[in-house]
């Protein structure tokens, strides 16, 4: 939530409206081509929507747009390179810094002084070896995690400084990719890959904590290529779609053991990030589905609506006691329990 507003879009027009959740109408929509093709573009603080933007002709550098709450334009602020900003996780917010990603780099700004000017990245690091970074994740203490194209994962402290890396590779095949994840629950830090990869670390050291493996195909009844990207947590446990298969899973955070499966009926791909909320997980794959985060069973399922891969995820507010989902449309749902 953005005060009174929600936030989202579409893929097809790659653009990002806001709508008021009081008169229920769009407040306003950014003129910006934005970043498409998965994965998260767009977060914002107290202050200001943070919004990536595509250089269309890729002859200038992309662009982190600042967005004031009315959808005032109030800066532009140039990252280096034109590879692409697009990643499958970021940008994001912890305290005061903004964490980003541009193929192989990783910035911060100072959110405090983005608005005006040109202000320049607080730190811009370059790992060993100038690898693409894949996925990003930040903990609330502000450590970054990354998950790189070399098959290395590494935390940086807030500075930017290099804490750990460790190769992840298993059997000779890279455990993360393009397509793949990584999230952090406490001092664990969980990982996603194709061909049915699930592994565990500790936040502290990187060391591994537990490794899963099995024919993700055979996850779902529908079938699946792989691992979705969004990752979420609660009741103890990790809630993951899979790409080209109907279905959701959760895992044990501690063991990495299959706690359930569910299995939609019209075997469509959960892609965007499931949401626990009171004891009930609540994803998406074109319909909402409201599933019991102890069994799996279902509670309830919403109507079709679309989905999108620029801001499909869940959003909930307790004090309006009401669920989001952004698809063809946005649609606002009660809770199945509070």
């Known amino acids: 939530m953005f005060g009174?507003?929600?936030?989202g879009g579409k893929t097809d027009t790659g653009q990002v409206t806001a709508v008021n959740?009081?008169?229920?109408?769009?407040a306003w929509t950014l003129p910006q081509t934005v970043l498409v093709g998965g994965g998260t573009h767009f977060t914002h603080d107290d202050n200001y929507l943070y919004v990536t933007s595509s250089s269309p002709s890729k002859q200038s550098n992309d662009s982190l747009l600042v967005v004031a709450p009315d959808g005032t334009v109030?800066?532009?602020?140039?990252?280096?390179e034109y590879t692409s900003v697009q990643t499958t996780q970021g940008p994001q917010v912890v305290g005061h810094l903004l964490?980003?990603?541009?193929?192989?780099?990783?910035?911060?700004f100072d959110t405090t002084t983005i608005a005006s000017g040109s202000p320049k990245p607080v730190f811009d690091v370059t790992l060993p070896g100038r690898p693409v970074i894949r996925a990003m994740t930040v903990d609330p203490a502000g450590t970054v995690y990354v998950a790189t194209g070399n098959a290395h994962l590494s935390a940086l402290n807030p500075k930017g400084v290099l804490l750990w890396s460790v190769d992840i590779t298993n059997d000779n095949q890279p455990v993360l990719s393009s397509a793949n994840g990584i999230a952090v629950s406490g001092s664990t830090l969980v990982a996603t890959a194709g061909g049915g990869f699930l592994r565990a670390y500790?936040?502290?050291?990187?060391t591994p904590l537990w490794n899963s493996r099995w024919p993700v195909y055979d996850t779902c009844a529908a079938g699946a290529s792989a691992f979705a990207r969004q990752i979420g947590f609660g009741d103890g446990k990790i809630f993951i779609g899979n790409d080209g298969g109907g279905c959701v899973s959760a895992y044990d955070l501690a063991t990495g053991a299959t706690a359930w499966v569910f299995d939609a009926p019209?075997?469509?791909?959960?892609?965007?990030q499931p949401s626990y909320v009171n004891g009930v997980l609540y994803a998406t794959n074109t319909r909402l589905w409201a599933l019991d985060s102890r069994s799996g069973k279902a509670l309830g399922v919403g109507r079709v609506v679309g989905n999108t891969s620029l801001s499909a995820n869940v959003q909930s507010s307790s004090s309006r006691n009401e669920l989001y989902v952004w698809g063809d449309e946005l649609v606002a749902y009660r809770p199945v329990q509070n």
């Open 4 to 7: 009174d507003l929600i936030v």
């Open 202 to 206: 500790d936040t502290a050291q990187g």
């Open 266 to 272: 019209n075997a469509l791909t959960f892609d965007s």
């Open 74 to 80: 109030v800066n532009s602020v140039d990252v280096p």
């Open 99 to 108: 964490y980003l990603t541009n193929g192989s780099e990783l910035f911060a």
């Open 21 to 26: 959740l009081t008169t229920h109408k769009v």
